[in-house]
């Protein structure tokens, strides 16, 4: 009988601190925005189907450097002369907002030979988001890259990487390859890291492939770009070549039993 009176009693001020103490703080806003929801289905289920792309598994030493949230007047920029510098080719998901403040530098990356994709023109959580808000940012964002560089995308990367069965089925309709990136290979530069972390991530996980998560803008932080100057030479030392996701995507052997439903 005691013992049942004190673990009644443990649990009621256990109650009471879940109910009433507060919680650690994080950094909520930036967190959500970038948070994987469960899915309506697994991972393989969409891999299998070619709904979404993570990776492209191949024997050859390629890899696909992805920047996401630009342009930016100066970062972009200096990662265009990185890559120039190095023979390199990536793919940059878009703005549509910073596109039409930054047209030229857009225009820039599709003349050097790199792939642009469509992440949404305001960028705004997916996380819940409605059917007509997830078109009309899809539409805008694709207006901004037809209207910056004459022709359309048909990739789609959704920010924070939220998917579910209404916006990969709105995503066919739209005839756009929703990509988004190794597990494995996300920088999490947004958070500001260090430029040494960043590095590391890339570095100590390159697998033939893979599609790296970075950031081409990110609110007062030159860390990608300082990153940048030591991965590209090191996996280029490693004899790994820098494909834009297009080029990714060519290298993908159709397994058997593949449903493709999203070309």
């Known amino acids: 009988m005691k013992f049942n ?6 649990i009621t001020v256990s109650l009471f601190c ?5 919680t650690p703080y994080t950094d909520t806003i930036q967190a959500a925005s ?3 929801p469960a899915p309506t289905k697994s991972r393989a289920y969409y891999e299998e189907r070619g709904d979404i792309v993570w990776e492209v598994p191949t024997p050859r ?3 696909a450097l992805t920047f996401d949230d630009g342009p930016d007047e100066s970062k972009t920029p200096a990662i265009l002369d990185l890559l120039k510098q190095y023979d390199a080719k990536a793919t940059f998901f878009v703005v549509g907002s910073r596109v039409e403040k930054l047209p030229h530098i857009v225009k820039r990356e599709r003349e050097e030979g790199h792939d642009v994709g469509n992440h949404t023109f305001h960028h705004p959580s997916f996380h819940r988001i409605s059917r007509n808000k997830a078109l009309s940012e ?3 964002g694709q207006a901004s890259i037809v209207q910056a560089t004459g022709t359309e995308t048909h990739f789609f990367r959704p920010p924070g990487g939220s998917y579910n069965d209404t916006l990969v089925k709105l995503s066919k309709e739209k005839e756009l390859k929703i990509i988004l990136w190794s597990w494995h290979q996300d920088t999490l530069d947004w958070r500001k890291p260090g430029v040494h972390r960043i590095v590391n991530k890339v570095l100590r996980n390159a697998r033939n492939g893979d599609i790296v998560l970075m950031h081409d803008y990110v609110y007062k932080s030159t860390q990608t770009v300082e990153a ?3 991965i590209l030479p090191e996996l280029k030392k490693r004899g790994f070549a820098f494909v834009t996701v297009s080029e990714l995507l060519a290298n993908r052997k159709t397994p058997e039993g593949l449903i493709e439903v999203n070309k």
């Open 18 to 22: 879940a109910s009433f103490c507060p």
């Open 228 to 230: 940048l100057k030591i």
């Open 34 to 36: 970038y948070a994987s």
């Open 138 to 140: 899809m539409d805008q």
């Open 5 to 10: 009176r004190l673990l009644s009693a443990s």
């Open 61 to 63: 030493k390629v890899i």
